[in-house]
């Protein structure tokens, strides 16, 4: 159950939260994420074993889902996983007035790092772009869209900096 | 009443208050957004349910360094089947968006892995990108940028730069929406 209920959080948040929901765009694969020296079937049955817990006890509240979620976005990012942490990144839920101060605190955090992912993102591009305006020297096309590549890179580079204080 | 009954009745019961949940947040999360609530909110559950549950091991294959397993499954996963947008939203376009950018930056790095070629590889792009009518996300942004990689690779510059521009306004303009409209 505890994966589930964390796809339908996400779900939840991905619909709420899509128009704000930055994340990496270039990010590779992670080659040689730690996966410890468990076999994949053992993985996969420690995780059954946890879910029929889940199942046999009380119905969980909406916010031990929603710490389950925080639980499992914690797990994947020490694991160093790239795909699904990007995707939890992109589902973080926005702050809502009159949180508490550890939630505006946590809403900001997951703020900046949208906002430092999506400069990471744009930034990548940039270079590329970059790249080929530099073997296109002639071209002034190319050297134009290195400019603004270049200037929207240095924006997202000050909104990250900024935001990380 | 015996226990293990008891514990099918509790474990279809939190199955189906997850169910409620997700799905009443999704339209609350919908309307939030101005959207046209999706015909099949159960399509869009399901769809969430099957990716969550490949990426989980594709991640594990990754982890493990079995690049053939990961693409496999990965190219399981975009002979679909997918959702229309009509059926369950724009979410389920940056869905596909994700799954697709995995598998060609997946074959992007690991060439040497069932070899496919740059052709194939745009085709792949352009059957992920569709032609719906979707929301900006980071994910789409990421599937022009891996166009403009392919088609860098192939010479053809001013489709290159085409594409890379194209990923530079998304990302742009969600960076603009996370700023307030401030740049």
């Known amino acids: ?165 | 009443m015996r226990p293990r009954a008891i514990g099918n009745i509790t474990r279809f019961g939190t199955l189906a208050i997850g169910m409620v949940l997700g799905a009443g947040g999704m339209f609350v999360g919908l309307a939030q957004a101005d959207r046209i609530v999706p015909e099949r909110p159960d399509v869009l559950v399901a769809l969430g349910q099957r990716l969550e549950v490949q990426h989980r091991v594709v991640d594990l294959k990754v982890g493990k360094g079995d690049f053939v397993g990961a693409i496999d499954s990965l190219e399981s996963l975009r002979s679909g089947p997918w959702p229309s947008s009509e059926d369950s939203s724009s979410v389920s376009v940056a869905l596909r968006h994700d799954a697709y950018g995995r598998l060609v930056r997946l074959r992007l790095d690991h060439p040497e892995v069932d070899p496919l070629g740059e052709g194939k590889l745009l085709e792949m792009i352009e059957e992920g990108l569709g032609d719906d009518d979707t929301e900006a996300s980071p994910f789409t942004a990421r599937l022009w940028a891996l166009r403009g990689e392919v088609y860098e690779s192939q010479g053809q510059d001013d489709e290159a730069l085409e594409a890379y521009e194209k990923a530079l306004e998304i990302n742009a303009l969600l960076l603009e929406r996370e700023l307030g409209g401030e740049l």
Do not use: W
């Not at chain 1, 079937?41 to 909406?62: G, I, L, M, N």
């Not at chain 1, 270079?127 to 997202?156: M, V």
């Open chain 1, 1 to 165: 159950m505890k994966r589930g209920n964390a796809v339908l959080l996400s779900l939840l948040c991905v619909a709420a939260c899509s128009k704000r929901a930055p994340r990496a765009a270039a990010a590779p694969e992670a080659a040689s994420a730690p996966g410890g020296d468990l076999g994949m079937d053992d993985e996969y049955a420690a995780e059954s074993a946890a879910a029929q817990r889940d199942y046999d006890s009380d119905p969980p509240t909406f916010e031990e889902l929603e710490a389950r979620l925080e639980q499992l976005d914690a797990d994947l990012s020490a694991q160093g996983i790239s795909g699904s942490e990007e995707t939890a990144v992109s589902v973080s839920p926005t702050s809502e007035p009159g949180g508490t101060p550890a939630d505006e605190s946590k809403d900001k955090a997951g703020r900046c790092e949208r906002i430092c992912k999506l400069r990471d993102a744009i930034c990548d591009v940039s270079e590329r772009i970059c790249g080929l305006a530099e073997t296109h020297e002639d071209d002034s096309k190319y050297s134009e869209a290195c400019t603004r590549s270049e200037s929207r890179c240095e924006q997202a580079t000050t909104a990250c900096s900024t935001c990380d204080g």
